[in-house]
């Protein structure tokens, strides 16, 4: 069975950092690029980054140059590095594997972790 | 800033029909890339729900069904339950950003 389980959500000030986590098991975790997508509150779903299985890495305008995406394909998890944080990052961040299949699209989810940036 | 639009709310008596559509652009949709919808109840994981246009991962009814044309799509759901009352959320490719993009949601209310 595919899970995904995050974890390092937690409330921090603005202009802090926060690293998550997310542990995957039950497949092939170098088979698939791993993305993070977070949902703020009231709002939808949004992309955040993505790494390949062989660890290219892409990222959203709105995180670009304050978050890090990584990977440990030793230990099958997910990392998302988040620094400089502001108040519009409060969101719950949640881990999806991409398909392996062509089509472009995240066939497993996490459950979330909260991240909230306040002061 | 979403580049998929959907609308805000559609709502449908149990039974019912109901039609979700999400409209794209020339760099995504309308490039051809695929449509893959999502179920997202609050506070749970999103749900994989159709990919690649029409497709369904096993374990979802077949009350659910999608179709594309041109630069938009849409869901359909059948047989409205109860259970459906939900967030559905298309998803694809953009072209011009590089990354995958979602459109901007749609709350389903079973009256």
């Known amino acids: 069975e595919v899970q995904l389980v995050e974890s390092g959500g937690g409330r921090v000030k603005p202009g802090g950092s926060l690293r998550l986590s997310c542990a995957a098991s039950?497949?092939?975790?170098?088979?698939?690029?791993m993305d993070w997508v977070r949902q703020a509150p009231g709002k939808g779903l949004e992309w955040v980054s993505s790494?390949?299985?062989?660890?290219?890495?892409y990222y959203a305008d709105s995180v670009k140059g304050r978050f890090t995406i990584s990977r440990d394909n030793a230990r099958n998890s997910l990392y998302l590095q988040m620094n400089s944080l502001r108040a519009e990052d409060t969101a719950i961040y949640y881990c999806?594997?991409?398909?392996?299949?062509?089509?472009?699209?995240?066939?497993?989810w996490g459950q979330g972790a909260l991240v909230s940036v306040s002061s | 800033q979403s580049v998929l639009t959907q609308p805000p709310s559609v709502s449908g008596a149990p039974g019912q029909r109901v039609t979700i559509s999400c409209t794209g652009s020339?760099?995504?949709?309308?490039?051809?890339?695929?449509v893959n919808w999502y179920q997202h109840l609050p506070g749970t994981a999103p749900k994989l729900l159709i990919y690649?246009?029409?497709d369904r991962p096993s374990g979802v009814p077949d009350r659910f069904s999608a179709s594309k044309s041109g630069a938009s799509a849409s869901l359909a759901i059948t047989g409205l339950q109860a259970e459906d009352e939900a967030d559905y959320y298309c998803?694809?490719?953009?072209?011009?950003?590089?990354?995958?993009?979602f459109g901007t949601g749609t709350k389903v209310t079973v009256l």
């Open positions: 790494i390949s299985s062989n660890s290219y890495k």
């Open positions: 039950g497949f092939r975790f170098t088979s698939h690029s």
């Open positions: 999806a594997r991409l398909a392996a299949a062509s089509g472009y699209y995240f066939d497993y």
């Open positions: 690649v246009n029409n």
């Open positions: 020339s760099s995504n949709i309308g490039a051809g890339y695929a």
């Open positions: 998803q694809s490719y953009d072209s011009s950003l590089s990354e995958g993009v």
